[in-house]
């Protein structure tokens, strides 16, 4: 059979049987392989049926432009479906995505501007806010948003779901997926609900996204949000694509847990995944060692393909630079944080705090440096060293606000991170980095810390 384009081969990706990381549990666990998609995601999926309905309801014309905020992979589908249609394509995207991810966008002919990471979605340097303004400005410019446009979970609703009530034939008694714009999760968990209402979906989030705590509790809680690592889910708005509905219950996974995950699934079955892969399966597995019994079968998407993540997950020096691969040698960062007998404390100022009243904070309790919160998210520092410097040079400087002349907020890093890793990532620019331990505390470390604890 010949193809027409590279787009008609979106989907019917394989159902695989996970034979070691399961040993142990009762049940039957598969995975929906989704990086046999031609983009290597399940994103191609909604991409292409985002474009198709645009194009019915006339807001895609020829020659237009796709206009997307996207961390990669939906990217991947629309530059798919744009070289097949013949429009171009503009992506934002945030700082802290792989580069290669950023690389292979620009690979298929797809302009990438890349924006903060840590603002919030209505900052006008956001990428949501950027992909906005542009959409306003071109000339027949299309904006997909694939977090409020229902065609992403019509999409699983009418792919995914039926693909995997056929290979199982109607015996999936599980369904699990990451949730980021929803559609994955809510569009086959719907179909499969109508199918059979007992089926069980479990939705697998991250820490520092808002999803487990609305589901639980229906409160949007800006203090669920902070930044974390991992790519593609997990989110700090609630996109219309995610439907409570159909979503029984959410699990929380920390970005050590899927970046061990991910590579646990490409050494022990030969499933070469990203990330959020690794979360998926971490969750599925918490849920199943408790909840599955002999009979039962678990379907978990895999969301893409893990040559997208070479640099961070597969590399074993960045693991170890995030105190993800462990090397006990020295003391760890809960180790300096367990010194302190609950006494440490940290100090942090709203953004819209003078730069003169920070320098008072800073002198008063003693210390060089101190986080910028805006709505309890860190979203800069500032250095009295710094400043000091740059006060002699504009004495108006004073007056300004910190988040005028702010740096980059602090690096957060695992409560495992030993002092070697610690050594390595406090230097010129990074001054301190931040722990949030089991109890959601944010605790400080400073060089002088890291120091003290090698010298003792
Ligand atoms: C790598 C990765 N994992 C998970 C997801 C979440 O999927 P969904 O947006 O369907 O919720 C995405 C979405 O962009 C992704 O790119």
């Known amino acids: 059979m010949i193809y027409n384009s590279i787009v008609d081969t979106i989907g019917n990706t394989p159902l695989v049987k996970l034979n070691n990381v399961t040993k ?7 995975a929906k392989v989704e990086y046999f998609n031609p983009g290597n995601s399940t994103k191609d999926r909604m991409a292409i049926k985002m474009i198709e309905d645009a194009e019915k309801a006339g807001l895609l014309k020829p020659g237009g432009t796709i206009i997307e905020g996207t961390s990669g992979n939906t990217g991947m589908g629309l530059a798919l479906a744009a070289i097949a249609r013949g429009y171009r394509c503009i992506f934002t995207m945030a700082d802290k995505q792989s580069q290669e991810k950023i690389n292979i966008l620009r690979a298929v002919g797809a302009e990438v501007i890349v924006c903060p990471t840590n603002v919030s979605p209505e900052d006008p340097r956001s990428y949501y806010s950027i992909a906005r303004k542009l959409n306003k400005e071109i000339p027949n410019s299309f904006y997909p948003n694939q977090y409020d446009n229902l065609s992403n979970t019509a999409a699983h609703y009418e792919t995914t779901g039926p693909e995997i009530w056929k290979q199982t034939e109607g015996k999936i008694t599980h369904y699990v997926a990451t949730v980021g714009t929803g559609g994955s999760m809510c569009g ?3 179909y499969l609900k109508e199918q059979n209402p007992d089926i069980v979906t479990v939705g697998i989030d991250t820490y520092g996204s808002v999803f487990k705590k609305y589901k639980e509790t229906g409160i949007f809680d800006e203090k669920e949000i ?3 690592l991992t790519e593609g889910f997990g989110e700090d708005i609630l996109p219309k694509n995610v439907n409570f509905d159909v979503i029984d219950l959410f699990i929380k996974v920390t ?8 590579r646990r699934l490409s050494r022990e079955e030969g499933l070469f995944v990203g990330w959020s892969s690794g979360s998926a399966i971490h969750g599925a597995l918490e849920y199943a060692r408790e909840h599955l019994k002999k009979d039962d079968i678990m379907v978990i998407l895999l969301p893409d393909h893990g040559t997208r993540y070479l640099a961070k ?6 693991m170890k630079d995030h105190g993800f691969l462990e090397t006990r040698a020295f003391g760890s960062a809960r180790d300096i944080i367990a010194s302190r007998n609950g006494k440490d404390s940290l100090h942090t100022v709203n953004k819209a705090t003078t730069v003169s009243e920070a320098i008072r904070v800073m002198s008063r309790e003693g210390i060089d440096q101190i986080p910028i919160l805006e709505h309890e998210n860190f979203v800069g520092s500032v250095h ?7 006060i002699i040079q504009d004495p108006q400087l004073h007056t300004k606000t910190v988040y ?3 740096d980059k907020p602090m690096l957060f890093v695992a409560p495992d991170s030993t002092l070697d890793v610690l050594s390595s990532l406090l230097n010129k620019d990074n001054k301190a980095v931040l722990v949030r331990d089991e109890l959601d505390k944010v605790h400080i470390i400073t060089q002088h810390d890291v120091l003290k604890a090698m010298s003792s």
């Open 384 to 390: 009295a060293s710094s400043l000091l410097e740059r």
């Open 24 to 30: 142990g549990i009762a049940g039957t666990i598969v």
């Open 226 to 228: 902070y930044p974390y």
């Open 313 to 318: 997950v597969y590399n074993d020096q960045w």
């Open 188 to 190: 086959t968990a719907k």
């Open 404 to 406: 005028d002349v702010m």
């Open 255 to 262: 970005d050590k847990d899927g970046a061990v995950g991910a």
